[in-house]
């Protein structure tokens, strides 16, 4: 029984990889005059998604635990409202108020792992309400587009390029430009790295799979399942957070429209990585590679030029109900086994 669900997960895994490569690769094939076999399109696609990645990274944990975290997007327009109000109208040195987003994200996420841990309330109605509570709080704190211009410590880490010596390519002026990434792209490559050694190699990381498999289960082998619920949420929030910091690197900005929807974004890339709804089952690269097939969805429609930008919309609608499909059948084959 375990080697069968070992196997489905791997495969579930190499389904979203062999995805990932296949779609890159047709993108190469068809747009490669538009510049998709650039290696700075695959760097640009990173960028882009960077943020996203820290909050998959969380959303991905919250999942393995049964629950489910809709406040995130909220919670990043909120840290970026704060950002840019806290600068440029407070005038707080961006290091302090970098701190500051950080401790806020670890109290909101207590806030709403105690209600779903100690107060037995759905996860789903609790972040709901987060949801609406830092969305609103981002409105109460400027109603308008603030853009960041002021600190030069935040520019010039928004403005930091690391550029590789390989995979150059030549402009319309004869100049060799050389593919870079930016600062963002290292922050979620190391959380990415973080929360797959905790949760491959740690009790805490142990304990989220348990109670997501089967929680009654992990309270009689002894494990705390209220503490676990509550560290879930309160990471999860704290890398939304972190995310909110390299989405604002990105945007230089702050408004109230903010990463509207980006919840569902990280939902889906979770479940397209193969995380189930149900809990116990997931890990963090496939994750990673939910949200490359995201980026490269958006990717493509953007270097057709004829598409709307819901087209995207679309296909990872299609993606996400191919791959909970493939999540059902392939829990069906693990009950028939039994």
Known sequence: MKKSKISSNNLLLLITIVLFFVMYLAGCGVYAGKGFTKVQNFMNI???NAGLICVTAGMTCVMLTGGIDISVGSLIAMDCMILAVGIERWHWSSPVLMLFILAIGIVFGFVQGFCIAYLDIQPFIVTMAGL???RGMTAVICKEQVSIVSDKIFTAL????????????????GV???PYIRITVIVALIVVVAIYLMLKYTKFGRSIYAIGGNQQSATLMGLDV???KLKTYMLSSFLTSIGGICFCLNTMAGTTTQATGLEMDAISSAVIGGTLLTGGVGNIIGSLFGVLINGTISALVKANGKLISSWANIVTAILLCFFIILQSIFAKIKESKK
């Open 46 to 48: 990173l960028i882009n």
């Open 132 to 134: 609406f509570f830092a």
């Open 158 to 173: 928004s403005n930091f390029k690391i550029q590789f010596p390989f995979g150059g390519a030549v402009n319309k002026k």
């Open 176 to 178: 060799l430009v050389l």
């Open 226 to 228: 209220k503490k676990t």
